[in-house]
């Protein structure tokens, strides 16, 4: 049974970073795709970054200010948030997506197996 645990969420002012962490137990492999999305009440689920063994994917609204990075070793996966501003402000979940090796990176929240329990990200203005 795979499990994951999010953490780093926190209150941050506009412009600030924060970096959330996501621990793994149980079997993942490393052509796993591992995943952030996030939602923020009254929304969707939204993705925010994913990477696989085929490469990295970011959504529009986080290009060029969050970075995914992956520990294969250690089964965890981070997301580096910089200059956050108040519209990022949601409840950050990590993801796992066990599909075949040759499945290509999605970005559906739907198609994923295994969530965290979320962490609060507050960005205030």
């Known amino acids: 049974q795979v499990q994951l645990v999010e953490s780093g969420g926190g209150l941050v002012q506009a412009g600030g970073s924060l970096r959330l962490s996501c621990a793994t137990s149980?079997?993942?492999?490393?052509?796993?795709?591992m995943g952030w999305f996030r939602q923020a009440p009254g929304k969707e689920r939204e993705f925010v970054a994913a990477?696989?063994?085929?490469?990295?994917s970011y959504a529009d609204s986080v290009k060029g200010r969050f970075t995914i990075s992956r520990d294969n070793a250690k089964n965890t996966v981070d997301l580096q948030m910089n200059s956050l501003k108040p519209e990022d402000t949601a409840v950050y979940y990590c993801?796992?997506?066990?599909?075949?090796?040759?499945?290509?990176?999605?970005?559906?929240?739907?198609?994923?197996?295994?969530w965290g329990q979320g962490t609060q990200v507050t960005v205030s203005s």
């Open positions: 149980g079997r993942i492999f490393s052509t796993y795709a």
């Open positions: 990477t696989r063994w085929t490469g990295v």
């Open positions: 993801a796992v997506d066990q599909d075949p090796p040759l499945v290509a990176l999605t970005t559906k929240w739907y198609e994923y197996d295994y």
